[in-house]
């Protein structure tokens, strides 16, 4: 993006209007991101296997690891370029983006090696049993062992072109390999690889498309390399933007990290429950990601805006900015609660034909949607942190709401009202957690602008 186009966009223009510019494709790829997650547990389901179905099931917390590691490298990295540029540092903002992309692509080979060594106990630790263990290892070597490296550097790339308010590029190259996913799924599952084998079809699916989205993002920064500041080099960046890339996204990998400790342990008591109540959950863990990945996209969008502003001084905006985007992302909660209640038993009939999945599904997702917009504000407040450059205000909400409340509420839960327990835990935990992050948020700002 040209210098004045940016400047525009982060400084001058209608702040709904901003945020919509930044927010809508960031949106727009992540309902795509959902729909191809979703089309591999339905193109599974129409197999009605639910062993199938459990066992990729498994690999959610897994392959939602990568994500961890995007966020190290890209929410850290493309916060601290927001606010660069903010302050006009584009020099310093062009050593930062180097910096991340090498940070993202070897945390992600470290990951796939490490998956690879310790795939069989990782696997019986998250409750694979005899009937899921063959279909989790097939979707394992695909999505984590040969992609993370493709599918961590193409989620970099996004955050680092987003941050400089290229979201139009960013979220097309995202949607576009969600689309070929959903694409290549039916062709490797039910023509080129034989019956028995559609745990491996998607895999594999999944795989190209990450490769082809991460060629496609390749391109772009290369092309664009003299007027854009995302680039690749191993020139080292300054030591403090070193730590603000850490001291932000450290919070954001962990955040991630124990959210996925959070549904690795979900799935670990559910599958106490048998393979028909592990397949139930890991169908609504799905379906209810619809509101919660437009909330993320939301937040995608809206924290390159608050970033700079916050870096150039415009309090006002900044405030404006974080206003509206709250709003905005609350309404998307309240309407998912109405159309979860109503739909429940249609969305899980959807993704598997097994009467028993079907009616356990519905109950446990018009339970846990009633923590839409409570989760939506949980991770808003984080975002908003994040933009910031607040790391350790953001590491200590992350760590409070998932070891403090959510995982505990689990065990307690799991004890006292049994499955059930464990659906409700979500909503629980998520009240406890909106009532901190108000708090730390209030506490931040009217500090903040005392010191004006």
């Known amino acids: 993006m040209q210098k004045n186009s940016r400047k525009h966009l982060f400084e001058t223009m209608p702040v709904p209007q901003s945020v919509a510019q930044?927010?809508?494709?960031?949106?727009?790829?992540?309902?795509?991101?959902?729909?191809?997650?979703?089309?591999?547990?339905?193109?599974?389901?129409?197999?009605?296997?639910?062993?199938?179905?459990a066992g990729a099931?498994?690999?959610?917390?897994?392959?939602?690891?990568?994500?961890?590691?995007?966020?190290?490298?890209?929410?850290?990295?493309?916060?601290?370029?927001?606010?660069?540029?903010?302050?006009?540092?584009?020099?310093?903002a062009k050593k930062a983006s180097a910096f991340s992309l090498l940070l993202g692509i070897g945390g992600a080979l470290f990951f796939s090696l490490l998956m690879l060594v310790m795939m069989n106990p990782l696997l019986h630790l998250l409750g694979a049993s005899e009937n899921t263990l063959h279909y989790a290892r097939?979707?394992?070597?695909?999505?984590?062992?040969?992609?993370?490296?493709?599918?961590?550097?193409?989620?970099?790339?996004?955050?680092?072109?987003?941050?400089?308010?290229?979201?139009?590029?960013?979220?097309?190259?995202?949607?576009?390999?969600?689309?070929?996913?959903?694409?290549?799924d039916p062709l490797f599952m039910f023509v080129l690889l034989p019956a028995g084998c559609e745990v491996l079809?998607?895999?594999?699916?999944?795989?190209?498309?990450?490769?082809?989205?991460?060629?496609?993002?390749?391109?772009?920064?290369?092309?664009?390399?003299?007027?854009?500041?995302?680039?690749?080099?191993?020139?080292?960046p300054e030591k403090n933007s070193i730590r603000s890339v850490f001291s932000v996204g450290i919070p954001s990998a962990v955040a991630t990290l124990l959210f996925d400790i959070d549904y690795i342990v979900l799935?670990?008591?559910?599958?106490?429950?048998?393979?028909?109540?592990?397949?139930?959950?890991?169908?609504?863990l799905k379906a209810e990601r619809l509101p919660l990945n437009v909330g993320i996209g939301l937040c995608q969008g809206m924290m390159p805006i608050?970033?700079?502003?916050?870096?150039?001084?415009?309090?006002k905006r900044m405030q404006e900015t974080i206003r509206f985007s709250l709003i905005s992302g609350l309404i998307v909660g309240a309407l998912s609660i109405a159309m979860y209640e109503l739909l429940a038993s249609g969305i899980m009939s959807l993704f598997i034909r097994d009467a028993e999945t079907i009616r356990l599904g519905s109950d446990f997702l018009r339970i846990r949607c009633l923590a839409t917009p409570l989760m939506f504000s949980s991770f808003f407040t984080v975002y908003v942190f994040q933009g910031l450059g607040k790391g350790r205000v953001s590491l200590f909400l992350g760590v409070m709401r998932w070891l403090a409340f959510n995982i505990p509420m689990l065990f307690m839960l799991n004890l006292l009202l049994?499955?059930?327990?464990?659906?409700?835990?979500?909503?629980?935990?998520?009240?406890?957690?909106?009532?901190?992050?108000?708090?730390?948020?209030?506490?931040?700002?009217?500090?903040?602008f005392a010191e004006i």
């Open 201 to 236: 079809g998607v895999g594999i699916a999944t795989l190209l498309s990450n490769c082809i989205a991460c060629g496609y993002f390749l391109c772009v920064i290369l092309k664009n390399k003299k007027s854009s500041v995302i680039r690749f080099g191993l020139s080292m």
């Open 57 to 92: 099931s498994l690999i959610l917390p897994v392959f939602n690891i990568s994500a961890s590691l995007s966020g190290l490298a890209g929410v850290g990295g493309g916060a601290l370029i927001s606010r660069l540029l903010g302050e006009k540092r584009e020099n310093e």
């Open 418 to 448: 049994g499955m059930y327990g464990l659906v409700w835990s979500q909503l629980i935990a998520d009240i406890l957690t909106v009532t901190l992050s108000f708090f730390a948020y209030r506490r931040y700002t009217r500090k903040m």
């Open 306 to 315: 608050v970033a700079y502003n916050y870096a150039s001084g415009n309090r």
């Open 138 to 184: 097939q979707y394992a070597l695909c999505v984590i062992v040969l992609g993370s490296v493709p599918t961590v550097t193409s989620n970099v790339m996004a955050n680092l072109l987003r941050s400089t308010g290229e979201s139009k590029r960013a979220g097309f190259g995202i949607a576009m390999g969600g689309c070929i996913n959903i694409l290549l």
């Open 267 to 284: 799935d670990k008591l559910m599958a106490g429950y048998g393979d028909i109540a592990l397949a139930s959950i890991g169908i609504v």
């Open 22 to 53: 930044m927010a809508l494709p960031a949106i727009f790829s992540q309902i795509i991101i959902l729909i191809y997650n979703m089309a591999d547990t339905f193109y599974l389901g129409q197999v009605n296997n639910p062993y199938m179905v």
